[in-house]
């Protein structure tokens, strides 16, 4: 029937509002509340509306939107899988897998999955486009967090991306957004728009007081 499947796939995507982004885990933010893949995934989409809002973008935004909508469907399944985890070396293979699972009963199966394909890839200009948003949300809640205080830099022992950090900063004076944008930095190195945005970034304080 199409109303079970509409409702199943809802069901199965509505598991993404609870599972919590790997990468917020492993640096331990203290939050009441830290951000979920799909919080993730709809940051990544409001960017996408801003910065083609700003910027001469020639792209077909309403793709780049269904792009983004389901380019972490996998992880329904896999979860949410960081690339300090053995695991990450066969996401690919794994997360097609997924994929397909999660879209089996789905008339537009087919064309999903293409598109999630065509993000992975990030050959056309509108992959390129979602793929950096998607890393620019991260770099963005990063220095959220940092300037929420939300992180501190003193139990980080455990954690391998904090490891490897101090062998290319001063860790005297290093804040979390500042170890996560000296890792990002080379992502945006081709697009001088997304560049500049990541940059403002890095340099100001990007937290809105609201009265």
């Not at 973008?57 to 389901?70: E, H, I």
């Not at 380019?71 to 690919?92: C, F, Q, R, T, Y």
């Amino acid at each position: 029937m199409k109303e079970e499947k509409v409702i199943n796939y809802y069901v199965l995507c509505n598991k993404l509002k609870d599972t919590i982004r790997t990468g917020w885990q492993m640096w331990h933010i203290k939050k009441e509340h830290v951000e979920s893949v799909a919080e993730h995934i709809y940051g990544t989409q409001m960017l996408a509306i801003a910065i083609y809002s700003e910027y001469d973008y020639d792209v077909d935004l309403s793709k780049v939107l269904y792009m983004l909508a389901v380019h972490e469907l996998e992880e329904i399944v896999i979860g949410d899988i960081p690339l300090v985890d053995p695991k990450h070396n066969s996401k690919k293979e794994i997360g097609q897998k997924a994929v397909k699972r999660i879209l089996k009963s789905l008339k537009m199966k087919d064309e999903i999955e293409r598109l999630i394909w065509e993000f992975d890839e990030r050959q056309t200009k509108e992959a390129l486009f979602a793929y950096h948003c998607d890393k620019l949300e991260c770099d963005l809640q990063a220095k959220l967090y940092s300037e929420q205080k939300a992180i501190t830099l003193d139990n980080q022992n455990d954690n391998t991306e904090y490891i490897n950090a101090r062998q290319q900063l001063d860790m005297k004076s290093a804040t979390f957004a500042d170890i996560w944008f000296n890792s990002d930095e080379y992502l945006f190195s081709k697009d001088q728009n997304f560049k500049d945005i990541f940059n403002y970034a890095r340099d100001h304080q990007i937290s809105i007081n609201e009265k």
